[in-house]
């Protein structure tokens, strides 16, 4: 492998710096005859989309050629690191390809009957057998296992929770034993007291959080990922709900009040990051958007570059610019904590200690 030399602003130290990459590891010591790549712009840890589905398309699973192409998509627009929450096929096959995102797995989406998108998610027909899933879940998986906490019950005409909150305590219990963490799907409001109760590490979407429950958050320091550009979805949501006015009332409210309901988890010190939702109904390469999104609701520039960045990163146990750190960065001309614009055009992506573009 070819050593690497670049120089810039690293961020978010600010500091301008020469670095080396050997073996595919960040080095603060001089590499005789590394090849100069980049200088003289902005260096940050690659992006992270921390919620992302590669392996889903509109028409539901697809095939592992097609999750590869979602994947490149994504590197190309600078995201080097994916937090997969809940895919339907197995893609430990592209973890093995050096020219793809590292993908941290969260293994299939564990929902009841009914209770979910149709061939996504394992099935229970018992919620007793959560725990039991979860375990299995979390042995498939890269450290995370993915709930549907709560979805339309059509007997109701409304949003509902999936589990018992005993059932919920006990499965987050088996997964935090296992090494795992856990994360939900959730719309509403009812699922969320059980959920961060039972002491679960993340909350997806989460625009029905209220002022109680985002303290809860705060205090547990249990993460929010509000993928802000899938919200967009809800009135359409909304008006394909004929059936059920109360879901299509809920969802209207939920979607008019999500941008203050964000802004008010981060005034409160819950941590926030970045995540698409990209597969399905959203397309992938898309995190910039997510970040002007945070950045409406009241994330400041840099708070949100972090969000998709070294925070994010820190957070999934990967690291940002340090010595001995894998090489996944990605180099701009301008700073993008004055303009979140700058990071649509990558001026240099390295993965695994190689120029990949």
Not at 89 to 114: F, S
Not at 303 to 315: I, L
Request: aromatic content about 6%; charged content about 25%; glycine content about 10%.
């Amino acid at each position: 492998m070819t050593a690497l030399s670049l120089s810039g602003v690293v961020l978010p130290d600010g500091q301008h710096q020469q670095l080396w990459i050997r073996d595919g590891r960040i080095s603060f010591d001089p590499v005789p005859g590394a090849e100069t790549v980049f200088e003289g712009g902005y260096v940050l840890p690659g992006l992270v989309d921390a919620h992302c589905h590669v392996g889903i398309g509109p028409q539901g699973p697809v095939e592992l050629d097609e999750a590869a192409e979602q994947a490149e998509t994504d590197r190309d627009a600078g995201t080097l690191l994916i937090r997969d929450c809940g895919a339907p096929v197995d893609t430990r096959p592209l973890q093995e390809r050096d020219d793809l995102p590292r993908i941290i797995r969260a293994g299939r989406h564990l929902a009841r009957p009914k209770r979910y998108i149709r061939h996504l998610g394992n099935e229970l027909e018992d919620p007793a057998q959560l725990p039991a899933a979860v375990a299995e879940q979390a042995e498939f998986g890269d450290g995370w296992v993915k709930l549907v906490g709560d979805w339309i019950d059509r007997s109701v005409g409304d949003l509902a929770p999936l589990w018992p909150d005993d059932v919920l305590a006990e499965a987050i219990e088996v997964a935090h034993r296992k090494g795992a963490r856990v994360t939900a799907h959730v719309f509403g409001e009812s699922a969320l007291p059980g959920l961060i109760n039972a002491g679960i590490d993340c909350i997806e979407h989460g625009t029905g959080l209220t002022d109680d429950t985002i303290e809860l958050m705060a205090a547990r320091g249990t993460a929010l990922v509000p993928t802000l550009i899938n919200v967009e979805n809800f009135p359409s949501f909304a008006a394909a709900a004929t059936k059920y006015p109360d879901y299509a009332a809920h969802m209207t409210d939920l979607y008019q009040r999500a941008d203050r309901t964000v802004a008010k988890a981060v005034e409160a010190g819950v941590p926030v990051y970045a995540g698409t939702d990209a597969g399905g109904g959203i397309e992938h390469g898309r995190l910039v958007d997510e970040l002007l999104a945070l950045h409406r609701v009241g994330m400041s520039a840099e708070q949100a570059v972090g969000a998709a960045s070294w925070a994010a990163r820190d957070w999934l146990g990967w690291g940002g610019v340090r010595h001995g750190a894998v090489a996944d960065l990605v180099c701009y001309e301008t700073d993008p904590r004055k303009d979140l614009e700058a990071l649509r055009a990558p001026a240099r992506i390295i993965l695994r200690g190689r120029v990949v573009r």
